[in-house]
Every structure is written in structure tokens, then in C-alpha cells.
DNA sequence: GCGCTACTTGACACGCTGTAAACCTCCGGG
DNA sequence: CCCGGAGGTTTACAGCGTGTCAAGTAGCGC
């Protein structure tokens, strides 16, 4: 419930949402001045309740973490009952995924390198995703469809790394390719790479 | 007149280095004072020469084109005289390339959406990245051994997406791969990817 | 009414960018 | 020998964003 609905959301989720329409119009360079005026607060309301910059953007990359309830989703990917099913819904997972964090990924992503709280919160998230793809290799070799090639750790380390933010923002943005593409192309890709 | 002519280090060029040396340090946050003290010139030098900090970058990005002598590398890339040779080479390329130049790469893609100018040098680099790609895709159909479920547009977008330098940074430089494994490990996925 | 919480207003120090003006210094030419 | 420009330096300042501080105010429970 992430009200953008004018009157009673209180006073934090009115700046934590103008912060998340901010960084959808400015990405990273957005202002506190700008953040404030958006959610009709004086610029000190955003530092009485986040410190400072990088606090308000800490909180709103963890509001998304509550507001997306991964777990269910990744249920659903878990429960596939052969290698490649776990494989494209996992790529529609990313595609769904990925439309409604890039923002948000991009900022830190760009923010990562001069600020520290932001890069550990970037490398935090990468490090839960990049479990998640061990758990889904894991799957696909105990259901003995991981090709032999392929140890477990390097098979998710590529799992992870060609389905990131980046390669599917060039693919989406500048390639052109729809969502459906995406995910059709992406789970031919990975699924030759890794399946037997 | 700018780099390539005899010894000695104009002013330019000092300032130059240090750009890059202060990139490299300090990525996309670096400030023009200190490239400026590390050149041991005024601030002002650097204005004068490149007018203001996107002139600078845009410099740095330039200088580093002509200094990387991409040609004779393609070449011997497409020389290759079967599909899997030319995927290895091109993933030798990227691995190669992608270490130098990853600090200023890093720079820009974290640029591109405060900086128009910059984003726009980012966009024309990865337009002509995407072209080699095409190329390439293009020699293996010539080859007859493009697999049949790519045209060759798609190939080449999937191809350049996940040979950018997000997911080699990932690989590399998070989950610890060599730059060895790196080529050896994408050399199978592209290959097993597009290759009949 | 008291006092607390939440927020506002206005001011300020600091750092970085970008511009301006005055000066300095070497070097070549009339 | 003096002139002038090219290339640089120094100092100053405006603008903007961050972060801090102090004083003031509106609403609310008691």
C-alpha cells in the first residue's frame, strides 16, 4: 500500500514515496530540496527523519524489500518440476522484477562508488540474489539436470551474472526486445548453457 | 597534436593522466581540484583546456579510444576459422579490454543519466560495441553456424548484452574468477548459446 | 494551561563547479 | 630592444547542494 492517495500517509512514506518518483525522473541526482517539495515537507523533515541522504535512500531501497514480497514469487519458481521450467520462470521473475526495481538498481548501482552505506546496501542485495541462483542450480542438480561441466558455484556465479539489471536494461531498453522476448530468449541462453 | 607525437608531456596530457589516474581512484566522484593538483597545474588549466568537467571526461574517454588500437585486435578476432575459435577470441577481447578500460567504463555508466553529453558518449560506444557484435553474428551465419532459432539482430543483441562489462565486473571481480575462467566459462555459454 | 512531538523557518558553514579579471612569463618578430 | 600573444597562475565570487543549528509554531493528550 504504497499511498501516493493525497491526505493521510504519514509524513515518511509521503518523502519515502516522492523519493521513489524522484529517482524515477532523476535518478541519482536527485535533490533532498527537490524530494521535499515534491511531498509538500520543508527539506529539514527529510533529514529529521532519515539523517541525511544516503539514510533516505537506504530506507527506500528497503521499503521496496518489504514492498515486493519475494517469497512467494520465488516459491513459485522453486516448485517447477523439471530444469527448464525452473529456468524461464525464473527468467520471468527477473523480467517482472527487474521493471520495478531498475530505478531504484540504477541509482545505487551509480551511487555505489561514493558512498559506502549505498555500495553495501547494492553488494548486500547482489549477495542475496546470488544465493538465490546457487539454490536454483542446486535444484537443477539434484534434479540431475545440471550439465557435468558445471560445479554448482560456477554454474550460479554465471546464473547470476548474465541476469542482472544491466544486460536485461540493454536488452529491454536500447535492444528493443519485449518482456516475452526477453525471458524466451534469455531461458534458451541460459538453459543450453547449464542443462545437460 | 594530442597524444601520440614525440615526449614530451604537455600540459595537456599531464592533466589527462591524471584524470584517468584520479578515475581510477576515486570513479565518478572525482573533483577537478584534485585532478588538478595531481598534474600540478591551477584548476583554472583545466578549464581553460577542456572548458568545464564534461569536456574533461569526454577527453579522457577519447584518448583512451585512439590509445586502444582496437582495430588490429577485431581482426584477428574475425580471422577465426570456426565459430567456437571466434567466440573464444572475441571473449579473450572482452576480458582483455574490459580490464582496462573497466574504471572509466564505470565512470560513465554511473554518468549517463546526470550528464547528457556523457550519457550520449556511453550510448555511441555501446551502439558500436552492438555493431561488432552484429559483425561477428553475421560471420558465423556466413560460417553456417549460427543456430537456427536466432536471426541474426537477436543473436547479436544477446551476444553484446551479456558480454558488457556489468557482468565480466560481476564475474571477475565479486565471485573471484580469473580472467582465464572468465573466457573459458562465457566461451561455453555463448557458444553452446548461438552455435548450431 | 503544560508539555510533548512533529514540523517549519531562516541562517549558516562547507565543498564543488564554473566564470571573471588581473597578472606573470617565456618566446618570437619587427 | 621593445611588443605582443600564448599559456598559465592567482584571487575572487556567484550558484547550488548538503548538512547543522536555533528558534518558533501547531496540534494533542493530560
Redesign the pocket.
Known amino acids: 500500500m504504497s499511498s501516493s492517495a493525497g491526505g493521510d500517509a504519514?509524513?515518511?512514506e509521503r518523502i519515502l514515496d516522492a523519493a521513489r518518483a524522484e529517482v524515477a525522473e532523476r535518478g541519482a541526482?536527485?535533490?533532498?530540496?527537490?524530494v521535499?517539495a515534491r511531498a509538500?515537507?520543508?527539506?529539514?523533515?527529510?533529514?529529521?527523519?532519515f539523517?541525511?541522504?544516503?539514510?533516505?535512500l537506504l530506507a527506500l531501497v528497503r521499503r521496496m524489500d518489504e514492498q515486493l514480497q519475494l517469497g512467494p514469487s520465488l516459491e513459485h519458481v522453486m516448485a517447477a518440476q523439471n530444469g527448464l521450467e525452473l529456468i524461464r520462470r525464473t527468467m520471468e521473475l527477473h523480467a517482472r522484477f527487474n521493471a520495478g526495481i531498475d530505478a531504484v538498481a540504477q541509482m545505487l548501482e551509480g551511487a555505489q562508488y561514493h558512498d559506502e552505506a549505498l555500495g553495501q546496501a547494492w553488494r548486500d542485495r547482489l549477495t542475496f540474489r546470488h544465493g538465490v541462483h546457487r539454490r536454483l542450480v542446486d535444484r537443477l542438480a539434484a534434479m540431475g539436470e545440471l550439465a557435468d561441466h558445471w560445479s554448482a558455484e560456477r554454474a550460479s556465479d554465471v546464473f547470476h551474472a548474465l541476469t542482472l539489471p544491466g544486460p536485461w536494461r540493454e536488452l529491454t531498453r536500447e535492444c528493443g526486445l519485449s518482456q516475452e522476448r526477453y525471458v524466451k530468449d534469455m531461458t534458451l541462453v541460459i538453459s543450453r548453457a547449464l542443462l545437460r
Not at 541526482?29 to 527537490?34: E, F, M, N, Q, V
Not at 509538500?40 to 527523519?49: C, E, G
Open positions: 504519514t509524513t515518511r541526482s536527485l535533490t533532498l530540496g527537490h521535499a509538500r515537507v520543508s527539506r529539514q523533515a527529510v533529514y529529521l527523519h539523517g541525511d541522504r544516503t539514510g533516505l
